[in-house]
């Protein structure tokens, strides 16, 4: 829409009505400057064009939000630590049982020792399984025993999509892909990074954090009596693979003493 304006006595234009809008807003027209376009019955106050009246409604001014202050909990160390080496004996007890039961050599093909694809085939179930149960109730079987639940920092269960992307970050900078050293060096970072910032990398940026409830004797007791339980689990399901190393090993070690006896 074109419009003229009367300035200073003088009939100015046409404007484009957004170059008019915009003088309103820098002052240059005022609410009682006339204003004519095609189709007015006259000279009007700017402030009666109905294309421009909504440039001079007051608007409401409101002061920014305040910034977000997130105060990280402590951090738990060892309660964390307990928690995932409970959960990471869990899977291992998991995982080397199917092994097993599928009949495969669980020392000589090593998904450490293996190809890429055998290393993400082993993965993929653990952080599915965990992203699915952080998602759902808030932790994981490690978690609930040392009493420690995942939320972001509005108090909120993580989704499914946000528990995935957690959950990977843990296995990846954390756990190492399960790689003996890979995973002693993710810890220690992750314990260096904890006690100076106050939490992980994959909680400190990412909006997460971990809270703990009082434990108490008896679920301390339960986590180490279920915790020997996987670790004898463990050998249980390894001893056909490992037991007759064991004892050739052992009875290598009496003939050699009872040579050295003689």
């Known amino acids: 829409m074109l419009l003229w304006i009367v300035k200073e006595g003088e ?7 957004y170059l008019l809008r915009e003088m309103i807003r820098t002052g240059e027209v005022e609410k009682e400057t006339r204003v004519w376009h095609e189709g007015a019955e006259g000279w009007l106050p700017a402030g009666d064009i109905s294309i421009l009246a909504g440039e001079f409604v007051e608007k409401e001014v409101l002061p920014p939000p305040l910034p977000m202050i997130v105060t990280m909990p402590p951090f738990l160390a060892w309660r964390r630590f307990g928690a995932r080496i409970f959960d990471y004996f869990l899977y291992q007890l998991i995982l080397v049982s199917i092994l097993r039961a599928s009949g495969f050599d669980v020392f000589r093909d090593s998904p450490t020792q293996g190809s890429s694809w055998l290393i993400m085939g082993v993965l993929i179930p653990a952080i599915l399984m965990e992203a699915a149960l952080v998602s759902s109730i808030g932790f994981t079987p490690g978690k609930w025993l040392m009493s420690l639940r995942v939320e972001t920092h509005l108090g909120h269960r ?30 220690s970072v ?22 703990g409830a009082v434990v108490n004797p008896g679920r301390v007791i339960l986590y180490w009596v279920l915790l020997a339980a996987l670790i004898a689990g463990f050998f249980a399901v390894m001893w056909p693979e490992i037991g007759p190393e064991i004892m050739e090993a052992l009875a290598e070690v009496v003939r050699k003493q009872a040579e050295a006896s003689k």
């Open 11 to 17: 009939k100015v234009g046409p404007f484009e009505d």
């Open 158 to 187: 993580l989704s499914t999509s946000l528990a995935l992307i957690r959950t990977m970050r843990v296995w990846v900078l954390g756990m190492g892909m399960m790689h003996p050293i890979l995973m002693v060096l993710g810890h």
């Open 190 to 211: 992750t314990l260096w990074f904890g006690l100076k910032k106050g939490a992980p990398l994959w909680d400190l940026h990412s909006g997460f954090r971990v809270l």
